[in-house]
């Protein structure tokens, strides 16, 4: 087991290395210079132009400016912010709960929803209902986000005033922030109806976010379902008389598990890259819409730092699932 | 569940809108990202300073809500000597700074604020001038550091501003987002952690900051010993709400009562709806096409006159702004004074053009015009009006190329002297003077740089050099007039359109102004 984890964690570290250039590179690839786009139509003296880029280092040798930024990151400092000056990993530690709360919600919503509806599906298939399930979440799988989320705040919030519009919590709840989840920081708060206030703000936000993983799973489990009901276990159970909910939940659900969680596990890559749109609609202060704004500012330092933070949360995050394996089906223990 | 939902949902809307008639007075703002920081001079985005400046600071002199005009502010009455080299202010007495959970203060605010304000910004060794990154854009921009030789104090409640030349437009420079007045008990007091100083900030402005969550909300109140009187509101609030179609959402709802840049396409929708007030202002902008008028042809005025002559600009008004724009005949916006409204603009006549391009010797005549990637005030669709532009000139038999680079680098290689084509491009005024337009734009300092026509007139430059050593506003106002003849004879740029600014307020709001600089300034409004 301890061999297996070593593994894996080593061989994160190559890939750790490869986001760093990539991250680093790219940014720089694009053209236009922060200092450049800090004076805007304004303009500046191409003496304050250089003088700028020597104060922040962009007008040393490239390699020399990944050398640096490598070393600071080994001592955990990921630079500066040129647009607030303010530490990167101090901004991205304040918005990231927001990210994972919105994240860990649509995957509840996506996971409840999709891993039933699946299962009905593979277990009625052929049927209208299996048709239907499978219809409604190929739409699901191709809706534009940034559309839907839109469609869905015209119509539960404007029209049937069910939802609030965006933002994470009523502003008439005003308390500080202990965890930066909001949720649990109005339980803390002790403030009557703030944590329902939270939870009634999540709803749109999590259901459009978790659309699209909703109809992956729900594709993922029906198949993956279909595949194990066929296996000769599954017949030993029916005809040993086994009720159908245990056989289909016991026998089939755990062992069509493995290739759900995989999948689940991959979701959460795409869910970063989804958050930066529902963050964007609904208002929600999270490292999404953060480093999006600090792309088109050539925040430099922001983005390298965000993409290889979030990169580093998307492989620990594979690496439990690799873990999950173990615990979700035995076969796979016995064999490390 | 609905049910208890929905029920929920309307006590909570119910609380917020109805808790203003009752007892604390909150307005909430749909603002659109979030500030860069609080304190002014560091940074550039009207972002930051509708969160800074324009709640929690004062300035010297400020610009009277909703015009140009200047007013006394923290100053009580200034004088000019008559070389206008020297101007003293006479400093308010009684100003109170705001009480934090930091800070409080001992003492009113006095000359030293003054001082250490300035000083931060334009003394290299000043213990604050490196605190946040310390570059400060516009104090540099407006040319300050040149300008200013020294700022003395007299007494405790006079400051006396000394020049290394002349410049009229010194006293609006003083009423710009960057002149803002911080404590300089404050600083000593932080010079411990001197970054908090930024980040919590501390002035004399009608409201303090009370919490920020960043890209989520920003929380102020009134301050209560404000030295024009309390505010009519009891707290502000800014809900940041990056896209456009949902804080008009949000506004419809009651979850705020002012917003930000509405999305054209939903403007129609706010005219007609019954919970809002559209209200609208020029703005203070000018969206242009600068042509290198050192390069042949269009070195020559006859060309420039030509190609004027054959764009369509109501057809740009109409398609491009559609209609929130208004043609713009001079290189300065109607807001400011000195707008020569005697100005007779190109008529759009192609038979003309044509005549007058065969008199010049054109035929076949081969160019390029450069549309900017992003959407500004000024130009909301570049591309379009560069497409636009290019039909117009098909007309009279000119070929054109569209180009355009990433914002960045259109901003820069634009302004090469050898550049191919003519530029689309536009400003938005500082501080609401001509020239803030006139020389920054036209003058031949600008040559190379911001002045993307390349354009060096020397009766034109006389006329902009003697309005701005001079303090007489009429005789000013006069060579301004003439100035923008010029431009209109010489035609360096087409001027194409000022921006019409929508603002969608609530009809419970009273008072709101649009502000000409583009800024959102809260005192002064007051709820239903």
């Known amino acids: 087991m301890f061999r297996f984890l070593f593994t894996k964690i080593a061989l994160l570290l190559p890939t750790f290395f490869g986001v760093s250039v990539v991250a680093f590179t790219f940014i720089r690839m694009l053209p236009g210079d922060p200092v450049e786009l800090l004076a805007g139509e304004r303009g500046m003296t191409p003496e304050r132009h250089a003088a700028l880029m020597q104060q922040y280092g962009f007008d040393r040798p490239f390699w020399e400016q990944y050398l640096h930024f490598l070393g600071k990151v080994f001592q955990g400092d990921l630079g500066t912010s040129i647009v607030t000056k303010q530490p990167v990993l101090e901004e991205f530690l304040t918005l990231f709960p927001a990210t994972v709360e919105l994240s860990l919600c649509a995957m509840l919503f996506a996971t409840l929803i999709g891993l039933p509806a699946g299962v009905i599906a593979a277990v009625r298939r052929g049927s209208f209902l299996d048709h239907s399930i499978m219809s409604v979440s190929l739409a699901g799988y191709s809706m534009p986000i940034f559309w839907w989320g839109l469609l869905l705040i015209i119509f539960f919030s404007g029209m049937l005033e069910w939802t609030p519009v965006s933002g994470r919590i009523s502003l008439m709840y005003f308390f500080d922030p202990v965890t930066g989840f909001m949720t649990i920081d109005a339980w803390l708060s002790g403030e009557e109806g703030a944590l329902a206030s939270a939870l009634h703000h999540l709803v749109l936000p999590a259901a459009v976010l978790g659309t699209i993983p909703l109809a992956v799973i729900a594709r993922q489990t029906r198949s993956a379902m279909l595949e194990v009901l066929q296996e000769d276990y599954v017949r030993t159970a029916r005809a040993k008389g086994l009720a159908p909910w245990r056989v289909v939940g016991l026998h089939a659900l755990r062992n069509a598990l493995i290739t759900v969680v995989t999948v689940i596990g991959l979701q959460v890559g795409l869910l970063l890259a989804g958050a930066i749109l529902t963050e964007t609609i609904f208002a929600w202060p999270g490292v999404g819409k953060w480093v999006v704004d600090s792309i088109s500012r050539r925040d430099y330092a922001s983005v390298q730092g965000g993409l290889l933070l979030i990169a580093l949360v998307v492989m620990v995050v594979n690496l439990c699932v690799d873990l999950l394996y173990g615990l979700v089906n035995p076969r796979i223990r016995y064999q490390r | ?528």
């Open chain 2, 1 to 528: 569940m609905k049910r208890t939902k929905h029920l929920f949902l309307a006590s909570a809307a119910a609380l917020l809108l109805a808790a203003p008639a009752q007892a604390a007075k909150t307005l909430v703002f749909c603002s659109e990202g979030s500030p860069e920081g609080f304190t002014p001079s560091l940074y550039t985005a009207g972002t930051t300073f509708d969160a800074s400046s324009r709640q929690i600071f004062n300035r010297l002199v400020e610009f009277d809500r909703g015009t140009t005009k200047i007013v006394p502010a923290l100053a009580e009455s200034w004088s000019v000597t008559p070389d206008g080299l020297e101007y003293t202010f006479t400093l308010r007495r009684g100003v109170k700074f705001h009480s934090t959970k930091e800070f409080t203060p001992t003492r009113d605010f006095n000359a030293d604020d003054v001082l250490f304000s300035f000083d931060r910004q334009r003394q290299k060794d000043h213990p604050y001038h490196g605190v946040s990154g310390g570059s400060y854009e516009y104090f540099d921009g407006m040319s300050m550091p040149d300008l200013i030789k020294d700022i003395v104090k007299v007494d405790d409640y006079a400051v006396k501003f000394v020049l290394n030349r002349p410049e009229a437009p010194m006293i609006a420079n003083l009423a710009m987002d960057f002149a803002s007045i911080h404590s300089a008990e404050y600083a000593d007091k932080m010079s411990g952690n001197k970054d908090m100083f930024d980040q919590k900030p501390v002035g004399t402005g009608p409201f303090q900051l009370v919490a920020y969550q960043k890209d989520a909300v920003i929380r102020y109140k009134a301050h209560p010993d404000y030295w024009a009187g309390k505010a009519p509101i009891d707290n502000l609030v800014f809900a940041i709400t990056p896209d456009p179609s949902v804080r008009y959402q949000k506004l419809k709802r009651g979850e705020c009562h002012v917003m930000t840049y509405p999305n054209p396409a939903d403007l129609d929708a706010m005219g007609k709806d019954a919970a809002v007030n559209l209200l609208q202002q020029e703005g203070l902008n000018v969206g242009y096409l600068a042509y290198n008028t050192k390069m042949a042809p269009f070195n020559n005025p006859l060309v420039r006159k030509a190609l004027n002559a054959a764009i369509n600009k109501q057809a740009i008004i109409d398609a491009v702004f559609q209609g929130a724009g208004k043609v713009a005949k001079n290189p300065i916006p109607p807001t400011i004074w000195s707008y020569n409204e005697r100005t007779v603009d190109d008529p759009y006549d192609p038979a003309a053009a044509r005549q007058m391009l065969a008199q010049a010797g054109i035929s076949n005549l081969k160019t390029k015009i450069w549309a900017m990637p992003v959407q500004r005030p000024y130009n909301p669709n570049a591309r379009r009006m560069a497409e636009l532009i290019q039909a117009d000139w098909k007309q009279v038999g000119v070929e054109v190329e569209i180009v355009s680079y990433e914002w960045g680098e259109y901003l820069s290689r634009s302004k090469a002297e050898d550049r191919d084509g003519a530029v689309l491009l536009g400003w938005t005024g500082d501080n609401g003077d001509p020239d803030n337009f006139l020389a920054v734009l036209l003058g031949c300092d600008g040559v190379g740089g911001s002045n993307r026509a390349q354009w060096c007139y020397p009766p034109f430059e006389d006329l902009i050099q003697k309005a701005k050593v001079i303090s007489d506003r009429d005789l000013r106002t006069h060579y301004y007039e003439a100035a923008q003849t010029l431009v209109k004879d010489q035609a360096p740029w087409a001027t194409i359109a000022h921006s019409v600014v929508f603002k969608p307020v609530r009809k419970e709001v009273v008072d709101f102004r649009i502000d000409p600089f583009g800024g959102h300034v809260f005192y002064g409004v007051d709820l239903k």
